[in-house]
């Protein structure tokens, strides 16, 4: 077991820089979406790749990369999910046309494997009452850096080149690589055994079916035979993936503590949770920004939009080490049930659609309050129901199921949006009616997961034991 690091407070702002910039990896593009037809000379469907590519990357890379960290050191395959990054982000910043760009997008998504990977080093080098605090903040960035990402996007985008912003990227890529390289100790603690090629190509190919059909539903037809292929092929892979899984001596996700009880139910639980939070973001900007003619908007700018939401990211950094003082207290399955009835509050208040600018701050303020709470419990209970030495490729897959959750709420709004629409200024916008839908959809899975974390059951006697042969071994 390596030593405990003596600079606790440095370790955790440096591995929480890292979470905050995969968070603005993730949202970097949004803003400019319905500019860059125009600036990059491509078709709207081929500039929406710059979104579909990094989510498709994060979600094939967390998994592997967190169990290339549990393998082989997880200090060391952060810091090359780092440099994947600032690669990415530099060939965006010089990219000739909207191919190459795309390709710099998908890089800059090996950055979500960032966050499990600081959670489980966390684990490794702080003591136990500092772990609790580090990763309620290392988790509560995903959240906190889509706050501030959009407003920082649409400042930049407003004053100078779109090609600044991926210049930026890389920079501060190469900040906290050198950070992370001085600052963060390596980890001793390793799993035993080899990296499981075949189960990484399969667990890669199910995703890749899947989540291409979850995103590109709403523009290609859910009814459309590539989006039913594709359906059908990552329900096949991930069948034949399972089996291979199950009988692996190494396998890349040991299905056997990923169906505990206290894991498989947290896992559930952060779909469910992850589109909670995610309406919030995605919604509330869209109706800031919709004219007054809509009878909901409010016609503001961009970046005025993005001020109103900073308020947002505030709340989530003020309550994420709340959230670890109510779990060293009184456990994070408590955590997780206050933070996800507190984000049914936010999203049912958010559901009526707020008469003014103030009310929808308060109303968002509420649910980012929830999710700062909920997404902080998730990978203490994780971490409590799985070995040291599988904790990076248990977080990487419970974050992989908060992708999902966002990608679920992302494909829903485009759904509803599209099915519920009203003219203003000879423009077509969503109706105030498909906003209610989002929001009600999102306050009941916030309920769903809160009666979920309610009734999941704490890691058995059998399986702490489990645990304890692990560590001796």
């Known amino acids: 077991m390596v030593a405990l690091t003596p600079r606790p407070a440095l370790v955790i702002a440096v591995l929480a820089s890292c979470g905050l910039c995969v968070s603005l990896m993730q949202t970097l593009v949004i803003p400019l979406l319905p500019q860059f037809p125009r600036l990059l000379n491509a078709t709207p469907a081929t500039v929406a790749w710059l979104v579909t590519a990094t989510l498709v990357a994060g979600a094939v890379c967390a998994p592997l990369l967190g169990r290339l960290g549990d393998l082989y050191g997880r200090r060391r395959l952060l810091l090359v999910a780092l440099v994947l990054v600032a690669v990415g982000s530099a060939l965006g910043a010089a990219s000739p046309d909207v191919g190459t760009l795309i390709v710099g997008r998908a890089m800059q998504g090996a950055s979500l494997g960032v966050v499990p990977l600081g959670m489980s080093i966390m684990r490794d080098l702080l003591r136990a009452d500092r772990v609790g605090s580090g990763v309620a903040l290392m988790s509560s ?22 090609r600044w912003l991926f210049a930026g990227a890389a920079v501060l890529a190469l900040v906290l690589i050198a950070l992370v390289a001085i600052l963060v100790p390596a980890s001793g603690e390793r799993a035993p055994g080899r990296f499981d090629f075949p189960g990484a190509i399969g667990l890669a190919g199910a995703l890749v079916c899947m989540l291409l059909a979850v995103s590109k539903g709403s523009e290609w037809g859910w009814g459309s035979p590539l989006v039913i292929g594709l359906l059908v092929a990552a329900a096949a892979l991930f069948v034949v993936w399972g089996a291979w899984e199950l009988r692996a001596r190494s396998p ?126 998730l990978p203490m209970l994780i971490m409590d129901a799985v070995p040291p030495t599988e904790t990076a490729a248990a977080n990487s897959l419970n974050t992989l199921m908060r992708q ?30 498909a906003y209610t839908v989002v929001f009600a959809t999102a306050a009941a899975g916030a309920a769903v997961g809160c009666v979920i974390a309610a009734l999941t059951p704490r890691p058995q006697a059998a399986e702490v034991c489990e645990q304890v042969l692990a560590e001796a071994a």
């Open 252 to 377: 890349l996700v040991d299905l056997r503590v990923s169906a505990r009880p206290a894991v498989l139910w947290t896992n559930v639980a952060s779909i469910l949770i992850g589109f909670a939070m995610f309406a919030g973001f995605l919604v509330t900007t869209q109706i800031l920004q919709a004219p007054l003619g809509t009878g909901y908007g409010f016609g503001l700018s961009l970046v005025a939009a993005g001020i109103v939401m900073l308020p947002t990211g505030i709340s989530m950094t003020v309550f994420s080490p709340v959230s670890a003082r109510i779990s060293a207290r009184w456990g994070a399955r408590t955590t997780l049930v206050l933070g996800t009835s507190i984000l049914v509050v936010g999203n049912i208040a958010l559901a009526f659609l707020p008469a003014s600018i103030p009310l929808v701050l308060v109303a968002t303020s509420v649910s980012s309050i929830g999710a700062a709470l909920s997404y902080s419990a």
């Open 404 to 433: 999902l959750g966002t990608s679920s709420c992302s494909a829903v709004v485009a759904a509803v949006a599209t099915g519920f629409t009203v003219m203003t200024d000879g423009q077509m916008f969503p109706a105030g009616t």
């Open 141 to 162: 960035s995903l959240g906190i850096g889509g706050a501030i990402g959009l407003p920082l996007t649409g400042v930049v985008a407003q004053h100078t080149s779109w």
